[in-house]
């Protein structure tokens, strides 16, 4: 059960990141506050419960072009498949709002269970990853 003190704890000591508007495209990750170059809790942790079903490419483009540009968007893939969360897009996971850059600052760890930050990154900087890189398998 989470108390008052545990949510309080988070917000003071463990909240990093927040959406808004984005230079890059639509809404963004940014640092709320300074997060150090190997840090791996910006995010919620895994549900253990959470399963992401890999879809393929041809899968992708066979959906109806609302929920293809969902999938496309938003999730991560590699040259075969797309990794998809099973309940879809009705509940929010801040990283998937995570723009894409050819020069990242976080990765993609564990199966894409975890994010890791390559470097420090400021208040205010956007959170970017390299959608089109495999995930890294530490």
Known sequence: MITKEI????LTQHT??????????????FALRPIPIGCREMFSKPDP???WITLTKLEVENLPSH???????????????YYVPQRGFKS?????FLNHSDKP???SIE??????TLCAISPGEELLIDYG??????
């Not at 990093?16 to 990750?29: D, E, F, K, N, Q």
């Not at 929920?67 to 498949?81: G, H, S």
């Open 92 to 96: 929010l996971d801040v990283s998937l």
């Open 16 to 29: 990093y990141v927040m959406l808004r508007p984005s230079m890059i495209a639509g809404i963004g990750v």
């Open 7 to 10: 949510l309080l704890d988070e």
């Open 67 to 81: 929920a293809r540009e969902l999938v496309e968007n938003y999730c991560l893939f590699d040259a075969n498949q």
């Open 133 to 138: 890189t495999l995930v890294a398998e530490y």
């Open 105 to 107: 600052n976080i990765i």
């Open 49 to 51: 419960k959470e399963v």
């Open 111 to 116: 199966d894409g269970n975890y994010f890791e």
